[in-house]
């Protein structure tokens, strides 16, 4: 069984910082891929960052260049340092885990509850 908790959401003004954590519980191999997603009322959960167990990364667009994901297999904990946050960055982000990255997002793989983040103009 996998557990993720997530932590570090909260309220910032436009061009501030906000660093989130996910602590994982399970096996090597269920969390080969971990990442974070997210999602607003009324839209589909959309790719933020993953992060594979060796190290290579892949990031959304419109985050590139601002958010850094890392990982520390010996923990099994995933951060993802949010720099230069825009009003558009507000959402709930979830922390995710599997074998491979989702397919379906939202369904495949672990999910975490989701923390909030909001970014104020």
């Known amino acids: 069984q996998v557990q993720l908790v997530e932590s570090g959401g909260g309220l910032v003004q436009a061009g501030g910082s906000l660093r989130l954590s996910c602590a994982a519980s399970?096996?090597?191999?269920?969390?080969?891929?971990v990442g974070w997603y997210r999602q607003i009322p009324g839209k589909q959960r959309e790719l933020v960052a993953t992060?594979?167990?060796?190290?290579?990364?892949n990031y959304a667009d419109s985050v590139k260049g601002r958010f850094t994901i890392s990982r520390d297999n010996a923990k099994n904990l995933v951060t993802l340092q949010m720099n230069s946050l825009k009003p558009e960055d507000t959402a709930v982000y979830y922390c995710?885990?599997?074998?491979?990255?989702?397919?379906?997002?939202?369904?495949?793989?672990?999910w975490g509850q989701g923390t909030q983040v909001t970014v104020s103009s």
């Open positions: 992060i594979a167990r060796g190290g290579s990364t």
């Open positions: 399970g096996s090597p191999l269920t969390l080969n891929y």
């Open positions: 995710n885990a599997g074998v491979f990255p989702p397919l379906r997002v939202g369904i495949d793989g672990y």
